[in-house]
């Protein structure tokens, strides 16, 4: 109380970024390949309509920083605030079941997550 030092944990969610584009980019130039930025799926300058530009994310996290927040998780366009709470605790529990990371797009545990998601949804 009182210090001038704080810390957050910022979750961003989907965020339309350049950062797969400049990626593609310098695989490409590495290659001596063209590149066309078109190639990319989604980058600032061809935001993709479920995701966030950065402009949003830094706006959301200074509000919840002044509501004195810690954890800053950042909504987007594409999925509602139950649905990224539950996302996050399939993911937790990746860790303590071992599951492989990210699990809910690996085959083996897909429709399982989908259950999962079903089941604990609030009615």
Known sequence: SGGKLRAALLIPGW??????????????????ETFNKDDAFFHEDKPAS?????????????????????????PDNDVDRETDNLRMLWT?????QDRPPLSRWHPEYKDKFDDFLKTNRIK
């Open 92 to 96: 937790a529990n990746d860790i303590i």
């Open 15 to 32: 965020v339309n970024t350049s950062i797969v584009l400049k990626v593609m980019r310098d695989k490409a130039e590495a290659a001596g």
């Open 50 to 74: 479920g995701a966030w530009m950065p402009s949003q994310v830094i706006d959301f996290m200074i509000a919840e920083l002044e509501k004195g927040k810690f954890y800053v998780v950042c």
